[in-house]
């Protein structure tokens, strides 16, 4: 809710003739100390909820997500490494011809089964 400067000068008027001029800057004082409090309360109930609410949230979230990570990895590794075998070239040990896929393109001997540098088990 926010209130503009005509409503607040209507809401003082308001209550200058309710209260009466001579109590109402005590009632604004009153009014704004309590007001102050209002705040340091809200402000205190918030850091609660953080610290209740929000930081063990983030938490489950950071390790929901930390899981996932973990479970996600492997099917990363899988997906670049078939994305990888697809365009490795390997030298092919009959004919000694780059070689790209499963089979020599020259000769159609078999990739060797070895590992190249850069992949890991
Ligand atoms: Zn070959």
């Not at 109402?24 to 007001?35: C, D, N, Q, S, V």
Request: proline share 5%; net charge negative; charged share 25%.
């Amino acid at each position: 809710m926010h209130i503009g400067v005509g409503e607040l000068i209507v809401v003082l008027f308001v209550a200058m003739l309710v209260i009466g001029p001579d109590k109402l800057p005590e009632t604004m004082r009153k009014l704004g100390r309590g007001l102050h409090q209002l705040q340091t309360e809200t402000r205190k109930l918030t850091d609660a909820v953080d610290a209740d609410v929000a930081e063990p949230l983030q938490e489950s979230v950071n390790q929901v997500n930390s899981g996932l990570q973990d479970a996600l990895h492997p099917v990363r590794k899988k997906t670049t490494a078939a994305g990888t075998a697809a365009v490795e070239t390997w030298i092919c040990p009959s004919c000694g011809n780059k070689a790209t896929g499963k089979f020599c393109n020259n000769c159609g001997a078999e990739k060797p089964e070895i590992r190249q540098e850069g992949e890991s088990l």
